[in-house]
């Protein structure tokens, strides 16, 4: 059984104009340019420890948010971190910070949204939280929400009631 295609973000913003829109500077970086589902969330600060953690579970489906506090001095994000995610059924991930591996990163099967490129890996000391609220980019980000990706934009949904 085929999926139907999911709406675009420009269509459903038309429809739905309540819905949040992430105007953050984000760049595409996976072989995935369009991707949406429930979200799940991480805040971490140039230590990636717990986003790998969360990443490690059964993804089905769904779209990790990171906040990386708009960093770009360091990548939380690298190939072999993206391969196993796409392997346990990530949707995508967008990350408010840098990735590292770009090229590599490109042939992934995996939607991925990020601020740059840089090549230093990140700090591994497990400082972040996971399951939290996010705001970036003027938007709202809550586990259990939705996400809409493509070349237009992000459009987020809250959890259902």
């Known amino acids: 059984m085929t999926r139907p295609d999911p709406p675009s973000t420009c269509d459903l913003l038309d429809e739905r104009p309540e819905l949040g829109c992430c ?19 991480v805040s971490c600060f140039e230590d990636n420890v717990v ?11 769904r779209v990790l948010v990171v906040d990386g ?3 770009v ?3 939380l994000l690298g190939d072999a971190m ?26 992934i099967d995996l939607g991925l949204l990020a601020l ?9 000391d497990g400082i972040g939280a996971a399951g939290v609220p996010l705001t970036f980019g003027g938007a ?20 259902s009631s």
């Not at 740059?116 to 591994?124: F, L, N, Q």
Request: proline fraction near 8%.
């Open 23 to 41: 105007i953050a500077p984000l760049r595409p970086f996976g072989g995935r340019r369009e991707f949406s589902g429930e979200i799940a969330t």
């Open 51 to 61: 986003m790998r953690e969360v990443l490690a579970e059964p993804g089905a489906g």
């Open 69 to 71: 506090g708009a960093s």
């Open 73 to 75: 001095a360091i990548a």
């Open 82 to 107: 993206a391969a196993r995610a796409a392997e346990a059924g990530w949707a995508g991930l967008i990350l408010n910070a840098a990735v590292r591996d770009v090229e590599a990163l490109a042939k």
């Open 116 to 124: 740059a490129g840089v090549p230093r890996r990140s700090r591994k």
């Open 140 to 159: 709202t980000f809550q586990p259990g929400g939705t996400v809409w990706c493509d070349a237009d934009g992000i459009v987020v949904a809250p959890p």
